[in-house]
Nanobody, 122 residues
Framework: QVQLVESGGGLVQPGGSLRLSCAAS????????MAWYRQAPGKQRELVAA???????NYADSVKGRSTISRDNAKNTVYLQMNSLKPEDTAVYYC????????????????WGQGTQVTVSS
């Protein structure tokens, strides 16, 4: 019922910047928290940043001060601006959203995007 589509990943040199986008579509009544997670090879998926519908944000210590999460509620889209990228930021980045759908507005469903690769290398 709901699809999340990420874009904006790619190859960037250390110290560079990238902006990830994730657009949610489908029979959406409302979206609660939207977040970015990442998973590096051989590691567990970890939270990078999250934002509530009212704009309250939370960041992993590893990206705090270098990344900014934002969202456009009218477009059901969340963004992650990443600056001063490091090789250890290399991972597949996944978008996550807690969504109320029209078929069941009292329940929050958890949706994931397909992931976008971010590679930081010289």
């Amino acid at each position: 019922q709901v699809q999340l589509v990420e874009s904006g990943g790619g190859l960037v040199q250390p110290g560079g910047s990238l902006r990830l986008s994730c657009a949610a579509s489908g029979r959406i009544f409302s979206i609660n928290v939207m977040a970015w997670y990442r998973q590096a090879p051989g590691k567990q998926r970890e939270l990078v940043a999250a934002i509530t519908s009212s704009g309250i944000t939370n960041y992993a210590d590893s990206v705090k001060g270098r990344s900014t999460i934002s969202r456009d509620n009218a477009k059901n889209t969340v963004y992650l601006q990443m600056n001063s990228l490091k090789p250890e930021d290399t991972a597949v980045y996944y978008c996550n959203a807690g969504v109320r759908v029209w078929a069941s507005t009292t329940r929050i469903y958890d949706y994931w995007g397909q992931g976008t690769q971010v590679t930081v290398s010289s």
